[in-house]
């Protein structure tokens, strides 16, 4: 065989080889892509994503678009050929696997964190929306969840209304946790609450809920990477009962951070005119129920995908402002938002054409 044919089947045999193997060989990475991004002020599958009844109602136009970023599964392995692909594809951003699931985290434990997170982010965005309006929501400290084998197991449930822990008052999720790690492990310690089955009683015949019950608890070392501290293996979180009804409609989606675009999507539904004079505006952030805006994974693919989609404008977290200004697609501003607050003044601008007002993104922040 003529050495020039050898040497050139040998590189064709040795491509093949490398191709297979990249092919073949797993990596530890995981891909994001821009994903949908739906109007809040419009329908989804044929309903009206926000509906609101019990309370007036104004007519919107424009877009308030929340934004999402489409990820490989926590199953899914990626082959050295892929990761290649998607770091050449200026639409793709390719992290460690670990990145979007630590520890291992399971397909389906991801999916039940970005729903509970996703149902949370509805509640804050309604509380926000109404207290921004001067709308009493009334609000108070609830057993979120409960941890398998821990000594609150079968004694506290998750919907129980925290009302003291060792007869001093809680007023906060976080009080909850205070004033049990004043204790040291195997020490006992004090729950006054309404039970679930009492406040929902309560809430469907519209009356306040009075019975409480004590439950004693013994305290256990934690066993987390965190100091080590006396625990009863609960997570304290906030339930809230609205004047009148705000339902959310949209499924398939997760996480927490559509809930700035909620929010602003109820209030401009509950307030005469529109926030945005017709212009499209797009965002993202989570939302807690003080209004304030927190940032968000994966901005740099929502931006993409909000300007695919027709965006003007980009509702960025301050936290955020940085890594979305380094490379903003053309055409659209990035407006920084701290809070519901801002987010609303900033639209007023838009709506007025005052653009030279909006507080910009730039890479500085």
Known sequence: ???????????????????????????????????????????HDGEPVLQITGHKTYKTDGNLNMTTVRVTSADFRMNLVEAVYGWLDHDTKIVPHDTLYPNGTTEEQSSQQNAEEFSQSQESAKVSALKELGIPVKSWVIVSTVIKDSPAEGRLHAGDVIKAVDGTAV??????????????????????????????????????????????????KSDDS????????????????????????????????????????????LTPGDLTGGKFVAGTGTIDDSGTVGPIGGVEMKTVGAREKGAQYFLTPADNCAAAAKDTPSGLTLVKVKNISDAISSLKDIRSGNTTALPKCTTKG
Request: aromatic letters at 6%; proline letters at 8%; one cysteine or more.
């Open 1 to 43: 065989m003529p050495r020039r044919t050898a040497t050139m089947l040998a590189s064709t045999l040795m491509l093949i080889a490398l191709l297979c193997a990249g092919v073949l060989i797993p990596v530890p990475y995981a891909e994001m892509s821009p994903g949908p991004t739906v109007n809040t002020l419009g329908d």
């Open 226 to 269: 965190g100091p080590a501290r006396a625990i009863v293996g609960i997570s304290a979180g906030t339930d809230h009962t609205f004047p009148f009804t705000i339902d959310i409609k949209l499924a398939d989606v997760g996480g927490p951070s559509a809930g700035l675009m909620f929010a602003l999507g109820i209030y401009d539904k």
């Open 171 to 220: 007023k906060q999720p976080s009080d909850v946790a205070k004033f049990v790690t004043k204790h040291k492990p195997g020490q006992r310690v004090v729950f006054t609450v309404i039970p679930a089955k009492e406040q929902a009683a309560a809430e469907k015949a519209h009356k306040t809920a009075t019975t409480t019950q004590d439950v004693a608890l013994t305290t256990k």
